[in-house]
């Protein structure tokens, strides 16, 4: 974990992609808003529902916080893809916006668990784009008790 004041900045699993060891809040010691991220994490993992998200504070640039504003809004249990964030911001912004840039700013994702990333499929269901590993990606959807039967596998189009 890492925080700034009374807010979390950085949540990664273990061996995740992007870690950021170089988050200048990233010490040894005890920030103010890990108390409040543990008791999340503790109903999240217990299957409870943890209520509202502890005080963010993300780093990124403006697109990378609208993309990341969008995971805040998929409901637990749910899922959507990236093309699907990506026609979202394009109503939004006026602007074109490609699947593939929504899935760069999804993989930097600060803050993992907290800020959904991992309820973020393929196109048609393709169980791809997620920092902490796809085995991770599926335990979570399976916790959240999302219907996996119509994932995949991109690699091997293989059914989970």
């Known amino acids: 974990m890492a925080g700034e004041g009374d807010a979390l900045a950085g949540l990664w699993l273990e061996g995740q992609k992007y870690f950021?060891?170089?988050?200048?809040?990233?010490?040894?010691g005890e920030a103010p808003?890990?108390?409040?991220?543990?008791?999340?994490?503790?109903?999240?993992?217990?299957?409870?529902?943890?209520?509202?998200?502890?005080?963010?504070?993300?780093?990124?640039?403006p697109f990378q916080k609208a993309v990341w504003r969008q995971l805040l809004t998929i409901p637990r249990g749910q899922t959507t893809t990236y093309g699907a964030i990506a026609r979202t911001l394009e109503m939004e912004t006026g602007k074109r916006v490609s699947a593939q840039a929504v899935g760069g700013a999804v993989g930097r994702n600060p803050v993992s668990i907290l800020v959904p990333c991992h309820r973020v499929v393929g196109t048609g269901g393709s169980l791809t784009?997620?920092?902490?590993?796809?085995?991770?990606?599926?335990?979570l959807l399976r916790?959240?008790?999302?219907?996996?039967?119509?994932?995949?596998?991109?690699?091997?189009?293989?059914?989970?």
Do not use: C, I, N
């Not at 950021?20 to 040894?28: M, V």
């Not at 916790?143 to 989970?160: C, I, M, N, R, W």
């Open 20 to 28: 950021a060891g170089g988050h200048p809040d990233l010490r040894e």
């Open 33 to 61: 808003a890990f108390a409040a991220v543990r008791a999340w994490l503790d109903a999240y993992f217990a299957g409870d529902d943890p209520g509202l998200s502890p005080r963010l504070s993300l780093e990124g640039t």
């Open 129 to 139: 784009g997620y920092a902490g590993g796809l085995d991770k990606k599926l335990w």
């Open 143 to 160: 916790h959240e008790g999302v219907d996996v039967s119509k994932l995949f596998y991109p690699q091997t189009g293989t059914a989970l």
